[in-house]
């Protein structure tokens, strides 16, 4: 199992594929939708960053100023 990082969005705005790759090494990949809450700790859909699995890593993106 690959390392999970929680990327948070203003609600339209779309991961850009090259910077994720630049920052870390590694091709962007979706959690499959049935194993987002194990791996996270919340449901598909509105992620917030509080209350999530121990270890998860989170970055909030500019487009959240």
Do not use: W
Not at 17 to 33: E, G, L, Q, R, S
Not at 37 to 51: D, L, N, Q, T
Not at 57 to 64: H, W
């Amino acid at each position: 199992m690959k390392k999970a990082v929680l990327i948070l969005t203003e609600g339209t705005a779309k991961v850009d594929n090259h910077k994720y790759k630049d920052t870390f090494h590694v091709k962007a990949k979706m959690i499959p939708f049935d194993q987002v809450e194990a791996r996270i700790g919340h449901a598909p859909g509105g992620v917030c960053p509080f209350g999530i699995n121990e270890g998860i890593e989170v970055y909030l993106d500019d487009s959240l100023k």
